[in-house]
DNA sequence: TGTACATCAGTGAACGCGCGTTCACTGATGTAC
DNA sequence: TGTACATCAGTGAACGCGCGTTCACTGATGTAC
């Protein structure tokens, strides 16, 4: 009885609530974060204004919506990096990377609070968030038990690893790195010079 | 002839473009950047919705001043801490760190593009980044020159505590690490933890 | 299998709002004589 | 020192716009008989 194929009567969509996250994606890619208006993914996915209504209760659920298929997209590409090289906590730096290029403006809005809601995230949105963050404590978790990884402790390496990630990503998708000497390289060797750093610290030898 | 003493006749301000600006700074502190307008920031200058086109071509012009002026702080803050403590890489980070989270709105203007400017951003504001950005190489300078911190690039260096400083300031301020067990400790600690991992390295010692 | 009907996902017009920006104006200022 | 005047930083009303949301409605759907 739930999930009508596509193709129906075009007065019943049949699968709207998906539609408008996928229009709403699709807009992300092309207008940006400040330009993603109800109305426009509305339109986008060929609907009237009032019809997102009947899906969700206002602007920001829609948000929080986009921004939950962002990480668990986010989740799917740390899980296949996982399983491609398991604790190889580099690889899921460069993963997680390459999702935030991919999709700049929804990288964003899943990290603008205030856009997503009023108050308290919604549960699932932060159970989508903390599913991503598990495959990163998962690879730490796997490189610590192969003696790749120091055996400190691993919810500050998953925050470290986290905050260095993410602090690239930002500061590329913000355009801060579009100057000399950054900007001769691309992002994943940004990246991986500062994972070499974070790996071997800076600190002199004794 | 310029510089009028801030008391005049209440027609004439005397010195509008500079309390538009602070007006600004104290909009973004107590409503945030999502809910600051042109004409609030007049409203809050106490002058009509019109006045600010006397000091600024536009809306962009004006967000992109007050944050330049934000960037003068925040290399004010590292300036001062390579002072204090020459050389010293984690210090220069929790002044950064502490800037951010001081003003997190005024923070959050300074690292978003698209709303500081359409096309490139005016050369004085890069110019504000980048003195900022030279604090932090200097203190890396003054770290490697007294032994203290490896000779690996500098750049890459200043890349990488650059990045997770930032990474670790976005990621408290959007709110990301309101959850367990990141929630116990202040973000000081936090920072500290992650700088402690970049200072050491993760890597298994042989 | 065929028909009557309740359901509810959509429509489209309308609302009030705050926005960035413009315009003709006003009146305080500092300067020239 | 005193007055006429050009300058230009402000005013306040107005513009058109797109926004989020509401409402009474319409018509396709699936179900009960």
Redesign the interface.
């Known amino acids: 009885m739930p999930k009508r194929p596509a193709r129906k009567s075009a007065y019943h969509h049949g699968d709207l609530r998906n539609a408008l996250i996928q229009a709403g994606t699709r807009l992300l890619r092309h207008v940006?974060l400040?330009d993603l208006s109800l109305r426009r993914v509305a339109k986008e996915a060929k609907v009237s204004p009032a019809a997102p209504y009947r899906h969700f209760p206002d602007k920001h659920a829609l948000l929080a919506a986009i921004s939950e298929r962002g990480f668990h997209s986010l989740h799917a590409r740390l899980e296949a990096a996982r399983a491609a090289s398991p604790g190889d906590?580099d690889a899921s730096g460069q993963a997680y990377l390459a999702f935030a290029l991919a999709e700049p403006e929804t990288y964003r809005l899943m990290?603008?609070?205030?856009?997503l809601c009023e108050g308290e995230p919604p549960e699932s949105l932060?159970e989508a968030?903390?599913q991503a963050f598990q495959s990163l404590v998962a690879t730490i978790a796997e490189g610590q038990a192969s003696?790749?990884?120091?055996r400190?402790?691993a919810?500050?390496?998953a925050?470290?690893a986290?905050?260095?990630?993410?602090?690239?990503a930002?500061?590329i998708i913000?355009?801060?790195?579009d100057?000399e000497?950054?900007n001769q390289l691309p992002p994943g060797h940004?990246l991986s010079?500062?994972q070499?750093?974070?790996?071997?610290?800076?600190?002199?030898?004794p």
Chains 1, 2 share one sequence.
Do not use: S
């Open positions: 940006g400040d906590l990290f603008t609070k205030n856009v932060q968030g903390r003696g790749r990884i120091a400190r402790d919810d500050q390496l925050l470290g986290w905050a260095l990630v993410h602090g690239v930002m500061l913000d355009g801060a790195l100057r000497p950054y940004l010079a500062c070499a750093i974070f790996r071997e610290g800076w600190r002199t030898l």
